[in-house]
């Protein structure tokens, strides 16, 4: 009976020897194969954002490829790592990985001892209106990220295993599902560069026939502000407006402009004073005259205005897409405007008035269209993970104005452009009508006024395919600044 206990004992022995002998292998040896019963650390290495398209179906983002080295806290990766990086580079490689995990770094090409990725980056003009750190699509496509990691197995001390280089995981990564975008590559490209003179402010491109959004600008590059969609000072733009008003209520008014109208205490004056003599409704807009639209809208009314305003978007939320509500412009109450100072403000577009570009261009497309207002669309079609297209239809239209309204008003933008102040955006080939601003902000740079500045134009004038809006922030005059953007877009639009 002694001697079975002992022969117990000693196999007892032998096998928690034989266990801690197997345990302190595991725990000082680097030399083992790698198992799946381990414990495992996962590194990402890449996550980006939902796939979007232009509408010929080429990316707009996650367009790129580049390299990534991804480095364990090894001594082999730490040799094999110094013919790639420079001193610098391996002095922050080397700090970092002294936390004990892997890290990963940009490399130029792939290479075959270090574990290299490809990895998708974006170089894109349109980063204000797709990322989700400037509020955009990205927020609203309903898509999950995109993820790209490595997972590596670590031993019970935590501590990542020699002959493991890890496992890649990709979830939807690669995938091809994503949003088309009413975007048109080459028109984006063509805004872009005639763009180059605006160092703050945004271009918007529309199908004048059906609202698509065809290209939006924003400047500067670096900005997170998705300034076509933002609400600012519009000035004399809005004129588009009070005059569609006048024509749907059958107003022919007439006055002459002395340089200045006093109404109430307040004065107001043209630009530079200018006297520009007896007018109608056309000769006013060309002059872009303040003291005639004052008086118009003191003869119109509050409620004709407002009425017609809403009528072509102003004052209603956009719903571009999914949940992505836009407040495009903001209108001033039915209280501010009992005021007569308030309500001659709004004649010429200032005071408590506030609008989007993407608002204004949609004006535009609404006089372009016949009067008929079509909600301004972003998101053509869904495409699907195999690659097929699903079009996601946008039947969302309204009649605003009589079609003998958009008529006039055309002919009367024609006018700005051959005879008035918008003459800076004429080409002898390319023929448009338009609309300059130059809209006072109530913000002031060391006692000087910062101004906003305008065009809202349709081309071609006669029958219209585009609705351009060129806005420059602390600019100088529509005329200045923005006539000659959009006339470079029009003479390469359509190449």
């Known amino acids: 009976m002694r001697k079975r206990i002992v022969s117990l004992c000693v196999a007892a022995s032998l096998f928690f020897v034989g266990i801690g002998g197997r345990i302190g292998y595991i725990v000082f040896s680097r030399n083992y194969n790698?198992?799946?019963?381990?414990?495992?650390?996962?590194?990402?290495?890449?996550?980006?954002?939902?796939?979007?398209?232009?509408?010929?179906?080429?990316k707009i983002n996650n367009n790129v490829t580049e390299y990534v080295a991804v480095i364990r806290p090894t001594n082999d990766d730490l040799r094999n790592i110094q013919k790639y990086y420079s001193s610098d580079e391996l002095s922050t490689i080397t700090k970092s990985l002294k936390e004990g995990y892997p890290?990963?770094?940009?490399i130029d090409k792939p290479v075959a001892d270090i574990k290299t990725l490809e990895v998708n980056k974006t170089h894109s003009t349109l980063t204000q209106l797709i990322s989700s750190q400037s509020n955009g699509l990205a927020n609203y496509a309903q898509m999950p990220k995109r993820e790209l990691s490595v997972n590596f197995h670590i031993d019970a001390m935590g501590?990542?295993?020699?002959?493991?280089?890890?496992?890649?995981?990709?979830?939807?990564?690669?995938?091809?599902?994503?949003?088309?975008l009413t975007i048109d590559s080459k028109i984006q490209n063509v805004a872009v560069q005639a763009a180059q003179s605006i160092k703050s402010g945004c271009v918007v491109v529309?199908?004048?026939?059906?609202?698509?959004?065809?290209?939006?600008?924003?400047?500067?590059?670096s900005t997170y502000v998705n300034k076509a969609f933002e609400k600012y000072a519009v000035g004399s733009v809005f004129k588009i407006a009070v005059a569609a008003a006048a024509l749907e209520n059958n107003i022919d008014f007439r006055f002459t402009c002395t340089g200045e109208t006093r109404v109430g205490d307040t004065t107001f004056s043209c630009q530079?004073?200018?006297?520009?003599?007896?007018?109608?409704?056309?000769?006013a807009l060309a002059?872009?005259?303040?003291?005639?639209?004052?008086?118009?809208?003191?003869?119109?009314?509050?409620?004709?205005?407002?009425?017609?305003?809403?009528?072509?978007?102003?004052g209603t939320a956009l719903n571009l897409y999914n949940n992505w509500n836009l407040q495009?412009?903001?209108?001033?109450?039915?209280?501010?405007?009992?005021?007569?100072?308030?309500?001659?403000?709004?004649?010429?577009g200032q005071g408590k008035l506030l609008a989007s570009p993407l608002q204004i261009c949609s004006t535009l497309c609404t006089v372009a269209n016949d009067g008929t207002y079509i909600r301004p669309s972003l998101v053509y079609a869904k495409r699907e993970r195999n690659g097929s297209i699903t079009e996601i239809k946008n039947n969302n239209s309204v009649h605003a104005v009589s079609k003998d309204t958009s008529k006039e008003l055309r002919d009367y933008l024609r006018t700005v452009v051959t005879d008035g102040t918008g003459a800076n955006a004429e080409t002898l080939r390319h023929l448009s009508s338009g609309k300059t601003a130059t809209a006072q902000t109530g913000q002031f740079i060391e006692n000087r006024e910062i101004y906003n500045t305008w065009f809202a134009g349709l081309y071609p004038y006669n029958e219209p395919k585009y609705a351009?809006?060129?806005?420059c922030e602390d600019g100088t005059s529509g005329a200045a600044d923005c006539c000659p953007v959009f006339r470079t877009i029009v003479e390469n639009i359509d190449k």
């Open 159 to 180: 501590r990542f295993l020699a002959g493991d280089r890890g496992r890649v995981s990709s979830v939807d990564y690669n995938s091809q599902e994503g949003l088309v």
């Open 103 to 106: 890290i990963v770094r940009l």
């Open 328 to 348: 495009t412009s903001h209108l001033p109450s039915d209280s501010d405007l009992d005021s007569k100072g308030e309500l001659s403000l709004l004649g010429f």
């Open 287 to 314: 002059n872009s005259c303040n003291c005639y639209f004052v008086n118009l809208a003191l003869e119109l009314g509050k409620d004709k205005i407002i009425t017609t305003a809403k009528k072509l978007g102003f």
């Open 34 to 58: 790698v198992s799946d019963s381990y414990n495992s650390y996962k590194l990402t290495v890449d996550i980006s954002e939902p796939q979007f398209y232009f509408n010929d179906g080429t």
């Open 272 to 283: 530079n004073n200018r006297n520009h003599g007896a007018e109608n409704l056309e000769a």
């Open 468 to 471: 351009i809006v060129v806005m």
């Open 206 to 221: 529309m199908d004048a026939k059906n609202a698509k959004i065809l290209a939006v600008v924003n400047k500067p590059d």
